[in-house]
Nanobody, 130 residues
Framework: QVQVVESGGGLVQAGGSLRLSCTVS????????IGWFRQAPGKEREGISC???????FYADSMKGRFAISRDNSKNTVYLQMNSLKPEDTAVYYC????????????????????????WGQGTQVTISS
């Protein structure tokens, strides 16, 4: 069956960096766009970044310049490098596999649609201390 597994979360001080990883198995990785969402306590899940099957990248405006997404198709893995972290980045970060036909527009605003995601990971906690 399909498995989407995130890793790399943790506790860092403001201004620090983290790299999240998302490894997918049980599907043809090349047929899927991979996105990252996050959900802070009491808030809706928001799409923050996506990389499509051709490795074109997309970001929510608030992430541009701080976050970088990449994929290694040989390892079925996507990475999210997060720099200059702020306390407001504290959230559970979720990896999502979206069939290529839906595009990354269903991940990043303004077209974010959690219902369009085909497979979710279990989430990894990121906590930024001030």
């Amino acid at each position: 069956q399909v498995q989407v597994v995130e890793s790399g979360g943790g506790l860092v001080q403001a201004g620090g960096s983290l790299r999240l990883s998302c490894t997918v198995s049980g599907l043809n990785f090349d047929d899927y766009n991979i996105g990252w969402f996050r959900q802070a306590p009491g808030k809706e899940r928001e799409g923050i970044s996506c990389i499509n099957w051709r490795s074109t990248t997309f970001y929510a405006d608030s992430m541009k310049g701080r976050f970088a997404i990449s994929r290694d198709n040989s390892k079925n893995t996507v990475y999210l490098q997060m720099n200059s972290l702020k306390p407001e980045d504290t959230a559970v970060y979720y990896c999502a596999a979206v069939h290529w036909s839906k595009g990354c527009k269903v991940v990043v605003p303004p077209g974010t649609s959690t219902e369009a995601v085909n497979y979710w990971g279990q989430g990894t906690q990121v906590t930024i201390s001030s």
